[in-house]
């Protein structure tokens, strides 16, 4: 019986232990939304509107990188926004920890978007030019 007890009990704290991964750190844009959460469906810098990407769709999510499709304000040459926003393309990677003791975390997100709205996509760049997600830009 004890044995049993036992074996029930590991397999309770195995389950619980699976990890949790996050974007970044929630502290890597206090005024925005998404970092620091799993899988999240919006982030946002806290700034300009492009520096935001919403309805966001991933895959691989919690494996060594993850990817995802949204919808993104751009610029406009000359100034404004476009009417319609792009599909950008996501790329989160660097699988680690933003600190001791927190959870699994994609430290770096690059991006790829067109110039305009039905455009080809451009090069891959880092998300506000920020080599990491885990502390403030």
Same mark, same amino acid.
């Given at each position: 019986?004890?044995?049993?007890?036992?074996?029930?009990?590991?397999?309770?704290?195995?389950?619980?232990?699976?990890?949790?991964?996050?974007?970044?750190?929630?502290?890597?844009?206090?005024?925005?939304?998404?970092?620091?959460?799993?899988?999240?469906?919006?982030?946002?810098? =806290? /700034?300009?509107?492009?520096?935001? @990407?919403?309805?966001?769709?991933?895959?691989?999510?919690? *494996? $060594?990188?993850?990817? !995802?499709?949204?919808?993104?304000?751009?610029?406009?040459?000359? =100034? /404004?926004?476009?009417?319609?926003? @792009?599909?950008?393309?996501?790329?989160?990677?660097?699988? *680690? $920890?933003?600190?001791? !003791?927190?959870?699994?975390?994609?430290?770096?997100?690059?991006?790829?978007?067109?110039?305009?709205?039905?455009?080809?996509?451009?090069?891959?760049?880092?998300?506000? *030019?920020?080599?990491?997600?885990?502390?403030?830009?």
């Amino acid at each position: 019986m004890v044995v049993a007890v036992s074996l029930a009990a590991g397999a309770v704290s195995s389950a619980s232990a699976s990890p949790r991964v996050v974007l970044g750190s929630a502290s890597w844009a206090p005024h925005g939304k998404g970092f620091g959460t799993a899988h999240p469906q919006e982030i946002f810098n =806290g /700034g300009d509107a492009n520096g935001s @990407v919403s309805d966001i769709q991933w895959s691989s999510w919690g *494996g $060594r990188t993850a990817f !995802g499709v949204g919808e993104q304000p751009i610029f406009k040459p000359g =100034g /404004g926004y476009y009417s319609r926003p @792009v599909q950008a393309r996501l790329h989160a990677v660097a699988l *680690g $920890r933003c600190y001791p !003791g927190g959870p699994l975390a994609y430290r770096r997100l690059y991006v790829r978007d067109p110039v305009r709205p039905g455009g080809p996509l451009g090069k891959w760049y880092l998300w506000s *030019g920020s080599s990491s997600l885990c502390h403030a830009p």
